[in-house]
């Protein structure tokens, strides 16, 4: 369930961290089963489908206000680093985890 964010900016700052890094890690794994619908297996644009099918969810979830192209280099960014590190747990949580830090990352800056 997408959180509401459209009764004020106090209402987004309420939602934590962890309820934002929650409702994306489900949202990553939506997008992860309509791609395999769709493509039954591997897919080298994969990031850039993931990024277009998730988009206008994950602005809800989000600061930055990123960019289509800024979603699709973190979801890159964020694979290389799960291949890379090989964390124990299920790879929608560790990106969603990694995206929202570098979420709050680009809203710093």
Do not use: C, K
């Not at 794994?29 to 080298?44: E, L």
């Not at 489908?49 to 206000?65: I, K, N, P, V």
């Amino acid at each position: 369930m997408p959180v509401d964010t459209s009764a004020s900016s106090s209402s987004f700052e309420a939602v934590t961290d962890r309820d934002r890094q929650n409702e994306l890690r489900h949202l990553m794994g939506a997008a992860g089963r309509a791609h395999h619908a769709v493509y039954g297996g591997p897919n080298p644009g994969w990031s850039r489908w993931y990024a277009e099918w998730m988009y206008g969810q994950l602005l809800e979830l989000t600061e930055s206000d990123p960019a289509v192209d800024t979603v699709q280099a973190w979801l890159e960014e964020a694979d290389r680093r799960y291949r890379e590190e090989e964390p124990a747990g299920s790879w929608p949580g560790h990106y969603a985890t990694w995206i929202i830090e570098w979420d709050a990352d680009a809203t710093e800056h």
